[in-house]
């Protein structure tokens, strides 16, 4: 059975919500689902703005057939040629054989890597800044590579001042009901999921995303339609601002974000008391631990705090396993300008701040504050001294 939700007079949401995967490719947990957003346009031609992936793909059908109401379906516009938003394309050309496909040239070669064969005839290759008219609606294209695939498009409909957003502005989690960002507590609720699907799956690539803000910027935009999450109707400019934040590797927030792998606890009680001694000076902070946190999400947040603390224990004569694919994830991820302390730890060859400050550094615009601390095996009194030390250069360097 359909279950369709308007968007606009003429704009129908039909894509689908999935809450069953334990993760998003493969590497994302996803404990509140996702959605996949597809959008069908009422004008003299159908328009259907992306297709879905195959985990939705039967309540997708309905949903289409329910909203073209017996009409046929003219046209689809392809942002995104990753398979979450294209696996159910060639079913789709198989139920509507006479649709033609709305794409860029990269997008029509991937189609023959993905789906074996390349759309031809039926497809209308556009180019940056061309111009598409299914009536009263018209639409330009602007190219946004890289955000996060090379081949990413968006739609901008000069009518509605809707701009289809492709994986931009999207989020983890299912909608739930609803539609809009305005129907939910979104700071309180999705904020988080947001973070962390942005730094995630569109993190390394800041540059691209400010490129694309070049672009848009003179365009009167009333609406943001992503393909995954909720759509932007009211104060567009708190999710522009938070777009901007992240892709400038801006800090959200002014604390300190203490990430630690310990084997025994006795890091864990390092960490634990420059949290306390933080506390106390009016410092806010936030601990995780990165054997029990998953890295995606300890990630989202090293991109929320101004300041970084990393405690490592050392194993096998190199970091803690899960600190270093944290710290080479954030590298990847094209972390920067923060102010980085870092604690070891190490029974008789203390390594892993060496270690740690090398995978630091060779991140840009690191800050990486003198003051650290060693702890051989366990904390002892006399070192209570040099956490107080550390403590007063992160306040310092906070000024």
Not at 122 to 137: L, P, Q
Not at 225 to 237: A, E, T
Not at 304 to 319: D, Q
């Amino acid at each position: 059975m359909y279950c369709t939700k308007q968007v606009s007079p003429d704009l129908t949401w039909v894509g689908g919500n999935d809450r069953r995967p334990a993760m998003f490719e493969g590497i994302y947990s996803v404990e509140s689902g996702v959605s996949y957003n597809a959008y069908l346009l009422h004008d003299e031609s159908t328009v259907l703005f992306d297709t879905v992936d195959k985990a939705v793909e039967k309540v997708f059908f309905e949903n289409l057939e329910h909203a073209l109401g017996g009409r046929p379906l003219n046209y689809v516009i392809i942002h995104h040629m990753e398979p979450d938003h294209s696996a159910t394309l060639a079913a789709l050309l198989r139920r509507y054989p006479e649709v033609k496909l709305v794409c860029n040239a990269k997008t029509a070669s991937m189609m023959g890597q993905f789906l074996g064969f390349e759309p031809g005839e039926r497809a209308r290759i556009v180019k940056e800044g061309d111009t598409f008219s299914s009536g009263r609606h018209e639409f330009s294209f602007f190219f946004a590579p890289m955000v996060h695939w090379p081949e990413v498009m968006m739609t901008y409909d000069k009518t509605d001042r809707a701009l289809f957003t492709a994986d931009a502005f999207g989020s983890f989690g299912a909608l739930n009901g609803a539609i809009f960002a305005d129907e939910v507590d979104f700071d309180s609720d999705w904020l988080s999921e947001a973070r962390r699907y942005y730094t995630n799956i569109v993190g390394k690539y800041g540059a691209q995303v400010q490129a694309v803000f070049r672009k848009i910027k003179d365009l009167p935009i009333e609406m943001l339609c992503p393909l995954h999450g909720l759509v932007w109707r009211k104060d567009l400019d708190y999710i522009l601002d938070k777009y901007n934040t992240w892709s400038t590797y801006a800090p959200e927030e002014k604390g300190v974000l203490i990430a630690y792998g310990s084997i025994y606890g006795n890091t864990e009680n390092a960490a634990e008391i420059l949290s306390s001694r933080l506390r106390e000076k009016g410092i806010r902070t936030a601990m995780y631990d990165v054997s029990v946190t998953s890295g995606d999400e300890i990630l989202s947040q090293c991109f929320r705090w101004s300041h970084l603390v990393f405690a490592s224990a050392t194993y096998n004569n190199g970091i803690f396993f899960p600190m270093e694919m944290l710290l080479r994830d954030l590298g990847e991820h094209a972390l920067q300008n923060r102010t980085v302390a870092l604690i070891e730890n190490g029974s008789w060859a203390p390594a892993s701040r060496k270690l740690m400050a090398e995978l630091v550094t060779a991140m840009k615009g690191m800050r990486l504050l003198d003051e650290s601390v060693t702890v051989k095996s366990s904390l002892k009194e006399e070192q209570l001294e040099a956490l107080d030390t550390l403590a007063e250069a992160i306040a310092a360097s906070m000024d």
